[in-house]
């Protein structure tokens, strides 16, 4: 099998993996109503994600040096299986919370090994191509779940969509393809104590976590704060398409990322996601569809274009040979983002109302792009160019 054939199937079981994380984002709003709870508990459900992802990331960075790469993804497959059967057969936000959870152990393990993996089946010399096949394709999937849901339920309204059929066989095919990858890492390690690894933090993975982790706060606001309030004005139907363009079209800007040395990129992508911001919660404030559409391609141009490329570009290239465990500290800033600021901006919106919520979350990403660009000196001079695959 050639090197090729080996990338692109490691990049559809990424690509598998991470349409499963959002593919129930447009039914948040239905989970509630059956459960009668309210936004709070919709974030709280939405970042169960996190517990699974943090501690795996923290404790387990080395797990797949020890029991291979191939397995590790293998795993992660399965828990996208098991989550979505869930969701299936029992549509209320209790059963969400606990499907995130194995969403978010599965996704944690695939972030600490996609990388180190691609890399490895790439070549040790080409760590560009291998960053822009991991952030290209699970930029792919991070979209797609909620727009084949979105599609599925503007054919046929159901708690049960299409779409979760759809994955379940994807998911079935990549297992397959996965299964014929050599596993490059197998046995290189034995020992419990080089299992429990972890994350491996410099100034560059800090620097770089930080623009992620603000950027993923506005996704993470977008995929599950925007469609509570869509549906408030009965613009329900539209969240999945919102969520996205809050991620996959970040993809269209990857190209330009990949020529920009991983700290211009970046703060390009930060300058990008405040006025982006401003635009999201003035459409939402005033139920305006064209806005709130608008504001979330230009997130993604921001977040999953720029930041994201040229961040994990920047981390493995500062990272030596801890590059495995530098993307699990990368990967875990991002969630950390993803889960902690959302659940305050939930409670806010429940306590205080959208308004006073939506200002304080701004408040936080203009403090946020200020520690960035105030610290910016920290970071080592890059001169390497991202090469495109």
Not at 112 to 140: K, P
Not at 306 to 318: A, C, D, K, M, N
Request: glycine share 10%; proline share 4%.
């Amino acid at each position: 099998m050639s090197t090729q054939k080996y990338n692109k199937y490691l990049a559809f079981a990424l690509c598998v993996i991470t349409t499963s994380v959002n593919i129930q984002g447009p039914l948040y709003a239905i989970y509630a109503k059956n459960d009668g709870y309210g936004v709070l508990a919709t974030t709280v459900a939405f970042s169960f994600y996190v517990l699974g992802v943090i501690p795996v990331l923290l404790a387990f960075g080395g797990l797949s040096d020890r029991i291979g790469r191939r397995k590790t993804i293998l795993i992660s497959l399965g828990l996208s299986i098991a989550a979505t059967a869930l969701m299936m057969f029992y549509p209320y936000t209790r059963a969400l919370a606990v499907a995130r959870l194995l969403l978010g152990v599965g996704t944690a393990l695939m972030a600490a090994t996609a990388t180190a993996y691609m890399i490895e089946l790439i070549g040790l010399s080409d760590t560009g191509r291998a960053t822009t096949w991991v952030t290209a394709s699970t930029t792919i999937g991070f979209g797609l779940g909620p727009a084949l849901t979105t599609v599925a339920l503007l054919l046929y309204e159901t708690q049960h969509p299409i779409s979760f059929f759809f994955l379940l066989i994807s998911a079935f095919l990549s297992i397959f393809l996965v299964w014929r990858l050599p596993d490059t890492a197998h046995g290189r390690s034995n020992t419990l104590g080089s299992m429990l690894k972890l994350p491996y933090f410099n100034r560059e993975v800090i620097w770089y976590g930080g623009g992620i982790l603000i950027c993923w706060a506005t996704t993470g606001l977008v995929l599950s704060i925007i469609p509570s309030v869509l549906a408030t004005h009965g613009l329900a139907k539209y969240a999945g398409i919102s969520s996205m363009l809050a991620i996959s079209c970040g993809l269209l800007f990857q190209p330009i990322a990949r020529k920009l040395d991983p700290q211009v990129s970046s703060k390009l992508g930060i300058l990008i996601l405040l006025p982006a911001y401003a635009l999201l919660a003035w459409g939402a404030l005033h139920a305006n569809l064209l806005v709130i559409l608008l504001a979330a391609f230009l997130a993604s141009s921001s977040c999953y274009g720029f930041v994201y490329l040229g961040g994990l570009s920047g981390v493995t290239q500062s990272a030596g040979n801890e590059q495995a465990r530098a993307s699990a500290g990368y990967f875990l800033m991002a969630y950390m983002g993803f889960s902690v600021p959302v659940i305050f901006t939930g409670l806010m919106v429940d306590r205080y109302g959208s308004t006073v919520a939506f200002y304080a979350f701004g408040l936080f990403l203009l403090l946020g792009a200020f520690v960035l660009f105030a610290s910016q000196s920290i970071l080592k001079p890059e001169s390497a160019t991202i090469a495109a695959p």
